[in-house]
Structures are given as C-alpha cells and as structure tokens.
C-alpha cells in the first residue's frame, strides 16, 4: 500500500469533524420545531455549543461557561436562551444507540449536575453520551490533533470570557490581588 495515500489518526478525526459540521440541518422560522432528543448546536465565536432538545420549546444543556465566567450546571432552558441569538442547527445522528424518549430520559438523568470540564466532559460530551452513550468530543479531538485549530478556539474562549466579565460590570483582574 502506498504511505501517502493513508491518513493519520488527526486527519481522519478533522475529516470526521468537518463531515458532521457540513451535514447539520439549519433549524427554520419559529414553527420548525426539532424531533424529540434532537442534538442541537450553535455556532459561537470559535467553538459550538451542544444541547438536546427535550420538547415544548425547551433544551438540556451543559451551561459551562456559555453564559458565565463561572462554570454552570446541565440545566433545562427554553430553546430561544440556549440559541442566544446564535442560529440553531439538528447535527444528524443516522443511528442513535437511544431512541428520542429514551435521549430525553439521559438528559434529564443528569439535571444539575456541575462536573463540566472544558476537556474532558462538556456540553458536546454530554449530548454525545445521550445519543449514543458514549462521552467525546470532536472539537476537543480537532483541538488537540490541530495545535494552530486549539489555539485558535482558546483565544476564542478568552475573549468570549473577558467580554461576559465587562458586560457584568466585574474586573477581568481583581485589582486587590494584583497589588
């Protein structure tokens, strides 16, 4: 077998990453409502966002650092707080290991729980074990096997951070320990 034609574990992983990204199916106008245990995301400044729809308009979530500079819990939110403003898209699962009854089931198993890890249990963990029951993260495998992509996405993550501390009115630096 040729060696150049074969692909390295990272290429494979960007490949698969950027196969899901192009297959996601744009959520329409407001009547346009998402199968029950949907995988829903939204497209943030550097990273996605991943939720599972629960029905009635409402989403379960790892809140991480979507909204705070504190880390935050899986919670059930209406579906128009955990798009803020972001456009929303189903990412496809052909074969589901739950169905959506059993997907929402999951979900709501794990309200309240505050473990996230940016690395190693966030939100797109999350919708991951839901669906399919296992925990990854394909942004989390693009970051680590793309330095240029991780570091990118983390400069990202630090704005995002600095802007929800200005817009709360609260130091990016707590002035009293840098004296």
């Known amino acids: 077998m040729n060696r150049n034609h074969q692909q390295s574990g990272s290429e494979q992983g960007a490949i698969r990453a950027a196969a899901y990204a192009s297959a996601d199916v744009a959520l329409g106008g407001s009547n346009d409502e998402p199968a029950l245990g949907a995988h829903l995301i939204t497209q943030r400044r550097g990273y996605e966002h991943h939720g599972v729809y629960v029905g009635s308009g409402k989403v379960i979530h790892y809140a991480g650092f979507a909204k705070s500079a504190h880390r935050g819990p899986v919670e059930e939110v209406p579906l128009e707080l955990f798009a803020d403003d972001y456009a929303v898209a189903v990412r496809p699962h052909p074969f589901p290991k739950y169905s959506g009854e059993q997907i929402v089931l999951r979900a709501r198993s794990r309200l309240g729980e505050n473990r996230y890890r940016l690395m190693t ?10 669906l399919l029951g296992e925990s990854r993260s394909e942004q989390v495998h693009a ?37």
């Open 121 to 130: 249990n966030n939100c797109e963990h999350f919708c991951a074990w839901c």
């Open 143 to 179: 970051c680590l096997t793309h330095p240029r992509s991780g570091i990118i996405a983390l400069l990202c993550l630090v704005s995002t951070f600095i802007g929800i501390r200005m817009k709360i009115g609260r130091p990016v630096v707590n002035p009293a320990r840098t004296a």
